[in-house]
């Protein structure tokens, strides 16, 4: 088709120009905005805080608590509040048991106050407060009960008074003093006594003349006169009392005939004379 043949164009109708009060505001960049600067500011301030550490203090004010109010009030709750109260003597059961125990040692074995003491601690097993308040609080006589101890010592094992002294102070730990009180007022016989302990060496542990002579002196403590003043007035055969000596030996022990002969004679062991025992040896096996 010719250009002659197109058909014919519609003529452009030409644009009116728009005020500029009309036209759209122009978008900014991001980077032209305010917010964009404010963060790029906090994110600097925040950077260099946390590289300057301490060193930077923020001006930032902490109000102030009033703890006066808290303080009293809490003083009020405490208080009101009372701890439960402890008794004056958490052990005052122990001490009166040891206090009872005590009692009895004084008044049924008549012992010393280091003596109750003593027993207490070792062998009823109170502890060393308890035993101390009981023998504080005893109301005893030692001195009564350092007499009752010797007038046992004297009956029964009959006893020199210098030996019952030496008792009373070492074994059962009378002071002196009350020991002394004991002795004299003591009613006491030394040569009775060492008479009658002089007849159970006799008869009892079948000992020589002077075996009873020695034990009187060294073991019972009585003086030589009223040992040798028993050992004169016994009437005793001590040919005898070597054959049952050496029977003594033969029966508890596993001596030689030889062996029983030499203990009877030793200065050591029988002390009986080179006779007595030569009538002990001919004797023994009949």
């Known amino acids: 088709m010719s250009n002659a043949e197109q058909s014919p164009q519609t003529p452009k109708t030409p644009q009116t120009p728009v005020?500029?009060?009309?036209?759209?505001?122009?978008?900014?960049?991001?980077?032209?905005?305010?917010?964009?600067w404010i963060v790029i500011a906090v994110v600097a301030i925040l950077a260099f805080a946390a590289t300057a550490g301490s060193n930077i203090k923020l001006p930032i004010s902490v109000p102030k608590i009033e703890t006066a109010g808290i303080s009293q009030q809490l003083n009020k709750i405490k208080?009101?509040?009372?701890?439960?109260?402890?008794?004056?003597?958490?052990?005052?059961?122990?001490?009166?048991?040891?206090l009872a125990q005590a009692q009895d040692f004084s008044e049924l074995l008549y012992m010393s106050k280091q003596g109750i003491y003593d027993r207490l601690t070792s062998v009823d097993k109170f502890t060393p407060e308890a035993a101390?308040?009981?023998?504080?609080?005893?109301?005893?006589?030692?001195?009564?009960?350092?007499?009752?101890?010797?007038?046992?010592?004297q009956k029964r094992m009959h006893m020199s008074k210098r030996g019952i002294y030496d008792e009373l102070t070492s074994e059962d730990k009378f002071t002196p003093e009350?020991?002394?009180?004991?002795v004299d007022n003591l009613q006491a016989d030394d040569n009775a006594a060492a008479h009658a302990k002089a007849k159970h060496y006799l008869e009892i542990?079948?000992?020589?003349?002077?075996?009873?002579?020695?034990?009187?002196?060294?073991?019972?403590?009585?003086?030589?006169?009223?040992?040798?003043?028993?050992?004169?007035?016994?009437?005793?055969?001590?040919?005898?009392?070597?054959?049952?000596?050496?029977k003594d030996y033969q029966k508890y022990t596993n001596m030689s005939p030889a062996e029983i002969q030499h203990q009877l004679a030793s200065p050591y062991g029988g002390k009986f004379t080179p006779e007595e025992v030569a009538y002990a040896m001919q004797h023994l096996n009949q």
């Open 132 to 153: 101390q308040y009981a023998v504080d609080h005893l109301k005893a006589d030692y001195n009564a009960n350092a007499l009752a101890e010797a007038k046992h010592y």
């Open 178 to 182: 009350a020991a002394q009180y004991a």
């Open 205 to 246: 542990t079948h000992e020589s003349k002077e075996g009873i002579y020695y034990d009187l002196t060294s073991e019972d403590k009585f003086t030589p006169n009223v040992a040798q003043h028993a050992v004169d007035n016994l009437k005793a055969d001590y040919k005898a009392t070597a054959l049952a000596a050496a």
């Open 79 to 98: 208080k009101t509040i009372k701890a439960p109260k402890k008794p004056a003597n958490p052990d005052s059961d122990n001490h009166k048991a040891a």
């Open 19 to 36: 005020p500029p009060w009309m036209q759209p505001p122009e978008e900014k960049p991001f980077y032209k905005k305010v917010w964009f």
